[in-house]
Structures are given as structure tokens and as C-alpha cells.
T-cell receptor, first 112, second 114 residues
């Protein structure tokens, strides 16, 4: 079955880069997603990557996918205090968004 | 403003007292879903609906019911709540089930069952 693993905590200083890592087990994953959850709010889609891509960049966000190792990472450049949140990795193996498997989330704390 | 709304946002109830958490979206989305979020377990899908009158079980459907009589509403019903249903619940919707369609999440409902 599918399983998505993330480290639970990450603490960085403001201005540094943050790298949040995720591993997944199902090699048939087609899309992989990163969601952000700010305190007291629902999840917000940050970005996604199709499994035939190695990298996707969107402003301060860079997603790297190593399909061989089933490893996904989210790099946030110039991390700001407003980036403090829980970040969830999720995978879709169905080629659709209605059956997503989420990781447990990584709490990113940005210190001034 | 395009949004997913949930009511109530907070609820404390007692075991066995039926309750309904409402979810409504104003984006004419086909797909809607309910998740629960628990510490150390992440998000788990309870039920989803691909369209009006079409619902299906997610990963943790036991103890829950849903209905989709109208496109905009997708209520979550707990007929006889139990303490293990204490959790943070999220409703989500998207235009379709295409992998590239964004899921929009509601603000969450924190439920405590005593």
C-alpha cells in the first residue's frame, strides 16, 4: 500500500534556505504535491510535480523529484517568518486528485 | 469570494448525540471530500463525492455518513459520535478529479466528543 513519510520538524533562521524532505513507497505515483497549512487554517496547494519531471521551480519554491529513490523535496529560498507552517507532501497514484495519500506533515519554524 | 465554508468551526458534544457538520462551496465544483486530521497521523480521507448523488468511501469511513443532494453542499453526519471521533475535520472541493485541479480546503471544524 501507499505510504508517505516526512520528518516532523524543521527549524531554520530567517533568510536561510529550508529543505523539507518526503519519501514515498508507491512507484506508480503519478503526481506529487506540496501543501501548506498555516495555523488555524485549511491546507493550501503550493505546487505539484508530475512523475516524469525531475525538477519544478516556482519563484522561491523548488521541487526536486528523485524517482529512483522515491524521494521528493521542497526547497524554500530566503525563508521568511511567514513561511512558518506545516507542510504536507501528498501522492496520487490514480492520476487524479481524489485519492491522495498525505504524509504526516513537517512543522517548519522560522526564527528571526 | 471563492471559498469553502464549514460550520460550525468548533463543537463540543457528548457521546451518542447526532451531529452534522456542513460544508458548502461557491465555485461550482464537481468534486468534494472530507478529511480528518489527527496528530501524528496526518490527513485521512473519510468520504468523497464526484458529483451530485455520487459518494464513495475514503480510507476511514466508519462512523460517518455523507450526502450530496446539491452540488454546492456536502454535509458530514455523525449519527452516534464517539470519543475516537474527536478530531479536526476538513472539507475540500475541486473543479474535477483531474490531478492538476487544485483542491480548495475549508478552514476546518474542531470536534470534541466527550
Amino acid at each position: 500500500g501507499e505510504d508517505v513519510e516526512q520528518s516532523l520538524f524543521l527549524s531554520v533562521r530567517e533568510g536561510d534556505s529550508s529543505v523539507i524532505n518526503c519519501t514515498y513507497t508507491d512507484s506508480s505515483s503519478t503526481y506529487l504535491y506540496w501543501y501548506k497549512q498555516e495555523p488555524g487554517a485549511g491546507l493550501q496547494l503550493l505546487t505539484y510535480i508530475f512523475s516524469n519531471m525531475d525538477m519544478k521551480q516556482d519563484q522561491r519554491l523548488t521541487v526536486l523529484l528523485n524517482k529512483k529513490d522515491k524521494h521528493l523535496s521542497l526547497r524554500i529560498a530566503d525563508t521568511q517568518t511567514g513561511d512558518s507552517a506545516i507542510y504536507f507532501c501528498a501522492e496520487s497514484i490514480s492520476g487524479s486528485n481524489y485519492k491522495l495519500t498525505f504524509g504526516k506533515g513537517t512543522l517548519l519554524t522560522v526564527n528571526p | 469570494e471563492a471559498q469553502v465554508t464549514q460550520n460550525p468551526r468548533y463543537l463540543i458534544t457528548v457521546t451518542g448525540k447526532k451531529l452534522t457538520v456542513t460544508c458548502s462551496q461557491n465555485m461550482n465544483h464537481e468534486y468534494m471530500s472530507w478529511y480528518r486530521q489527527d496528530p501524528g497521523l496526518g490527513l485521512r480521507q473519510i468520504y468523497y463525492s464526484m458529483n451530485v448523488e455520487v459518494t464513495d468511501k475514503g480510507d476511514v469511513p466508519e462512523g460517518y455518513k455523507v450526502s450530496r443532494k446539491e452540488k454546492r453542499n456536502f454535509p458530514l453526519i455523525l449519527e452516534s459520535p464517539s470519543p475516537n471521533q474527536t478530531s479536526l475535520y476538513f472539507c475540500a472541493s475541486s473543479l474535477s478529479t483531474a490531478a492538476t485541479d487544485t483542491q480548495y480546503f475549508g478552514p476546518g471544524t474542531r470536534l470534541t466528543v466527550l
